[in-house]
């Protein structure tokens, strides 16, 4: 039996945490399809939650159509991801009934051909994007990779934070064209992304400018940093240990502890903040960060996808979008 767990502190209720650590699974193809699931009462007890919580999981995933609820059997997985031919077999069918209804109007072939044709074209024109996932641990990192995808023509991009993907893998729907994210998390996405063949590795380097900011800061300065997330704050931490040895560097603040950073930004020197940083801050702590820089040094540090890897990225961008008719 898989080992499911609930977190009773959670804001999602239980049993919609165990749907979807469930579909999870079978999106990933770890749950394959004619798997039998635990009984109500085994997974139940498992979890240790009331029957009627876990009932409520399945008929939900029932609902969704990942599973097959027989009275007397059990829960069985009849998720399938569609192949080729089952897509063609439900375009025949829905293409027939299409032309049985446009026969019911008097609509002759041969306009129906040029109806078709121009509604076509017409959804064409307005699909003209390559969808793209980004893939990052902290969301300071993700908005600068969405910053760098800017540069790229027709791509709609989709924002998702690591740890959600690695919990809940079928947040990225199947409908994306590639899924973008650093080296360094790749291969952990590799390991719950079915379409493998989507994920695209990048190399992200801090910009020259801010390591040029860095290098430049003099001797026992008291450099502090102010963030959205620890990940980041680390991230930071170790910049500074590469670039700039000789600073006193203090443990990072985050904007969401509940007040505001003025204390924390009291006895420093050089302030490090992520690029952008007012999206992640409260007016009162930008204003904050503001007025420091008047007399003190603010360092907005901002990661890009290097030369190369971007490089890369476009070619295959491109190679899409010739296929899609882009």
């Known amino acids: 039996m898989d080992q499911y767990r609930v977190n009773p502190d959670s804001d999602v209720p239980i049993y919609q945490q165990v749907a979807d650590a469930i579909y999870a699974d079978i999106k990933s193809g770890k749950?394959?399809?004619?798997?039998?699931?635990?009984?109500?009462?085994?997974?139940?007890?498992?979890?240790?939650?009331?029957?009627?919580?876990?009932?409520?999981?399945?008929?939900?995933?029932?609902?969704?159509?990942?599973?097959?609820?027989?009275?007397?059997?059990?829960?069985?997985?009849?998720?399938?991801p569609e192949t080729s031919d089952s897509r063609k077999e439900k375009a025949m069918v829905a293409i027939e009934k299409m032309l049985s209804q446009l026969e019911s109007l008097d609509i002759s072939p041969v306009e129906a051909k040029i109806f078709i044709d121009l509604k076509l074209r017409e959804r064409a024109s307005l699909n003209k994007a390559i969808s793209v996932a980004l893939v990052e641990c902290?969301?300071?990192?993700?908005?600068q990779l969405e910053k760098s995808m800017h540069k790229l023509k027709n791509v709609d991009t989709y924002q998702y934070l690591q740890d959600d993907i690695l919990d809940y893998p079928y947040k990225i729907g199947e409908e994306m064209d590639i899924i973008v994210t650093s080296a360094t998390h790749a291969k952990a996405l590799e390991n719950v992304i079915a379409e493998k063949g989507k994920i695209n590795k990048v190399a992200l380097n801090l910009v020259p400018r801010s390591i040029m900011q860095l290098a430049l800061l003099k001797n026992d300065q008291n450099v502090g940093i102010v963030c959205q997330s620890m990940r980041f704050g680390t991230l930071l931490?170790?910049?500074?240990?590469?670039?700039?040895?000789?600073?006193?560097?203090?443990?990072?603040?985050?904007f969401d502890q509940g007040q505001d950073c003025g204390a924390y930004i009291e006895g420093k020197n050089v302030l490090l903040v992520p690029e952008g940083y007012q999206k992640f801050c409260s007016h009162k702590d930008a204003e904050l960060?503001?007025?420091?820089?008047?007399?003190?040094?603010v360092i907005q540090c901002e990661y890009q996808i290097d030369q190369g890897s971007f490089m890369y990225l476009e070619e295959r961008i491109g190679e899409l979008q010739k296929r899609k008719g882009i």
């Open 31 to 80: 749950l394959p399809v004619g798997t039998k699931l635990a009984t109500v009462r085994e997974m139940a007890n498992q979890l240790r939650i009331a029957r009627g919580t876990v009932k409520r999981a399945y008929d939900e995933l029932e609902k969704m159509g990942a599973v097959e609820m027989t009275q007397g059997r059990g829960t069985y997985i009849q998720y399938r």
């Open 138 to 143: 902290s969301p300071e990192v993700l908005h």
């Open 237 to 254: 931490q170790d910049v500074c240990h590469a670039y700039a040895k000789q600073t006193n560097v203090f443990q990072p603040w985050l």
């Open 289 to 297: 960060i503001q007025k420091f820089g008047v007399k003190h040094m």
